[in-house]
């Protein structure tokens, strides 16, 4: 009798995440490398994904205050010397004294960062920021016009409190598309709105740059600046299919990336099914013959898509295995009549690579509609996640 936990689990591996820094360090470089770590590590694990990231790469962007926080507990329980660490997100100004006292950057996105400066001449701290300008995305960061408003002018006399450190922006449009015009567009707004900060805001020209994702910094050179911010990559995905392709031309080749997550799946229990039978809520499948069935521990509670039903499949053995009936909220149903020889509890591979045959995060996206960015970060925070070398 097995004493591991009938439940799924997912594993990351070492090797496939240095490979993915390694492939950064060699196609963006001068630039400094930054991985981003926002969506529990975009659904990867934070604590898990420190323990690959930490010391590998140069930076650390998160979204939330209280990711900075636990990747500073981190440290402290690992007796890690300080990393890098920027908070890309929203901050009120009570984040940013939190903050400061923990030597974390953050980024000042808007006119209503100024409510940090008092706050931060009261509890006598210092905090490094990185000015965010919105060149074209419509999310955050200072517009142009903006800018000429004197929205950021308040950086010229908090420099007490404030040091500017970094200038930053972020694509709209570099996944969508090969041709990467609007991203150049983009570019000149930031040298622009760069220009604007110097000449108002008493900000220094040779701040740090940065602007590139994951697949800017694949596949247009000039956007790689001072840093790039590596979310999905690093984790070994192409943001797309059409930054795949224009790696391959941009590049020359393509690089390696490799995916660092798998999901596994135990059976609760493998049976015969006679034909006839009906599988799952709704009764919507029904075997045609005879069925040798596993049950998965696994379902849309964990992050396995509903909207996979009927199309997915798992690998058992090196073998497809159809996911038959509907996803349900802790459960799948899998075909495994083919797969294994007996009865005996079988190991499904959800996510990743058994013998020949492989499933992808763009697969499980693809059967669920939506993109893999979404599916991966709903995979359950309380999902077992084990490093593996
Ligand atoms: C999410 C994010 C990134 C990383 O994007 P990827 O496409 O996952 O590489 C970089 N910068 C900002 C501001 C982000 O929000």
Redesign the pocket.
Known sequence: MSTSPVASWLELSERAYATNVATFRAVAGPARVGA?L?GNA?GHGLQETLSLAHGRVDVL?V?TPAEAVAIRAWEGQHHRPRSEVLV?GAVSASDCVELARLHVSVVAADRGFADAVPALRAAGLKLDVHVHLDTGLGREGFTRAGLEAGEADFFASAKDVVTVKGA?S?FANT?DVTEQDYARTQLNNFEAGVKVLQARAGVEADVERHFA???AALVLPPSRLDVV?????MYGLW?SAETRLSARVVLGALPALEPVLSWKAPSQVVKWLPAGSYVGYGCTYRCASETRVAVLPVGYWDGYPRLASGKAHVLVNGRRCAVIGRVMMNHLIVDVTHATKDDQPVVATLLGRDGEEQVSMETIAGWAQTIH?ETMTRLGPHLRRVVVP
């Open positions: 981003v926002k975009y962007y979204i890309i930053l972020h996944e994702a994951s697949a911010r590596v979310g999905i990559s943001p960015y």
